[in-house]
T-cell receptor
């Protein structure tokens, strides 16, 4: 079955630092790839997605590129803000029902 | 418009009792998913509905867990004879469909936090 491995963290950065959270996956076929974010006290929100190889998903300065050759979908942001503090989940979907398989999540704390 | 809603937001129950968790998906969304978020296991898929039928129940952890969906809308997840290991946040998500395009975004509800004493 599908599986996702992501950097577990926690990750602590200073404001304006560069962020990378690694994510690799195993899957049959051609899954779609996602990053979800969970802010403190809130529900899961889709941050960005990519549906085919070499696609780049982006949102609010966050980017991730679907790399089929390395089965990776690393999340990056050039300059983090305190408001980016949250838990980030890498996920893939596949099969006929598109259920999501999640990584364990990475807690990001950004200090002023 | 209204998002996915879930009730109750919190539920505390005693071991051995039955609980029902409710999910109201976004109107018009035919696909509905239940997931569970726990400290030890992370986010896990439980069950998927397309309309009122559940073609994938592979994530239900035991026969104490069941779910139904009526009218292609509201879904109820029932846990019988609750155990302490059932304590988790139960999340519901809905999407337009799951078979007609590369991906239809899943919108998540706020979850129900279940605590089994």
């Amino acid at each position: 079955g599908n599986s996702v491995t992501q950097m577990e963290g926690p990750v602590t950065l200073s404001e304006e630092a560069f962020l990378t959270i690694n994510c690799t996956y195993t899957a049959t076929g051609y899954p779609s790839l996602f990053w979800y974010v969970q802010y403190p006290g809130e529900g899961l929100q889709l941050l960005l997605k990519a549906t085919k190889a070499d696609d780049k998903g982006s949102n609010n300065g966050f980017e991730a590129t679907y790399r089929k050759e390395t089965t990776s979908f690393h999340l990056e942001k050039g300059s983090v803000q305190v408001s980016d503090s949250a838990v980030y989940f890498c996920a893939i979907s596949g099969g006929s029902n598109y259920k999501l398989t999640f990584g364990k999540g990475t807690l990001l704390t950004v200090n002023p | 418009g209204a998002g996915v809603s879930q009730s109750p937001s919190n539920k505390v129950t005693e071991k051995g009792k039955d609980v029902e968790l409710r999910c109201d998906p976004i109107s018009g969304h035919t696909a509905l998913y239940w997931y569970r978020q726990s400290l030890g296991q992370g986010l896990e898929f439980l069950i998927y509905f397309q309309g009122n039928s559940a073609p994938d129940k592979s994530g239900l952890p035991s026969d104490r867990f069941s779910a139904e969906r009526t009218g292609g809308s509201v879904s109820t997840l029932t846990i019988q004879r609750t155990q302490q290991e059932d304590s988790a946040v139960y999340l519901c998500a809905s999407s337009h469909s799951s078979g007609t395009s590369a991906y239809n975004e899943q919108f998540f509800g706020p979850g129900t936090r279940l605590t089994v004493l």
